[in-house]
T-cell receptor, first 110, second 114 residues
């Protein structure tokens, strides 16, 4: 079945850029998503990218997709303390089911 | 729009009791998903519905778990009897069936089974 992998933890200084990486196995993925989960809350959609794109920028967020290597990344520019959260990548293949990674906990240090 | 609504937000119960979690999807959405999140297993899809019909329940852990969607604006996830290992945060999400399907999550129900 599909598998989505992420690193567990990332520590970054306030003002620096954060890069969160994700790999997936399903070659038929159509859309890939990044969600953010703050403590005690549900998952909030940050952005998504269509599989025929290789980059998408949305304010401080840049998504890069390397379809050949099945690698997705999320770059957060000028990281703020409010960006501390768990970030999940997810891929949508056939149908409307998403496969989520295990989440990357991002800690922003002042 | 109020977003996905879940109730209760917190539930504490004793082992063996029946637990019912409720979800109201976003109006106009026709897909509904139930997830369970634990530290050990991460986020797991339990079951999802399209147009009120269960499509994939392969993630439902055991017969103790059941889910229904009697109409487009309401779904329940029931655990009977509950066990301590069912303690988790249960999320409901909804989306519109289409080519690109962003799922919108509710705030979750935090369940503790003693």
């Amino acid at each position: 079945g599909e598998d989505v992998e992420q690193s567990l933890f990332l520590s970054v200084r306030e003002g620096d850029s954060s890069v969160i990486n994700c790999t997936y196995t399903d070659s038929s993925s159509t859309y890939l998503y990044w969600y953010k989960q703050e403590p005690g809350a549900g998952l909030q959609l940050l952005t998504y990218i269509f599989s025929n794109m290789d980059m998408k920028q949305d304010q401080r967020l840049t998504v890069l997709l390397n379809k050949k290597d099945k690698h997705l990344s999320l770059r957060i520019a000028d990281t703020q303390t409010g960006d501390s959260a768990i970030y999940f990548c997810a891929d949508q293949a056939a149908g409307n089911k998403l496969t989520f990674g295990g989440g990357t906990r991002v800690l922003v240090k002042p | 729009d109020a977003g996905v609504i879940q109730s209760p937000r917190h539930e504490v119960t004793e082992m063996g009791q029946e637990v019912t979690l409720r979800c109201k999807p976003i109006s106009g959405h026709n897909s509904l998903f139930w997830y369970r999140q634990t530290m050990m297993r991460g986020l797991e899809l339990l079951i999802y519905f399209n147009n009120n019909v269960p499509i994939d329940d392969s993630g439902m852990p055991e017969d103790r778990f059941s889910a229904k969607m009697p109409n487009a604006s309401f779904s329940t996830l029931k655990i009977q009897p509950s066990e301590p290992r069912d303690s988790a945060v249960y999320f409901c999400a909804s989306s519109s069936v289409g080519q690109q399907e962003t799922q919108y999550f509710g705030p979750g129900t935090r369940l503790l089974v003693l």
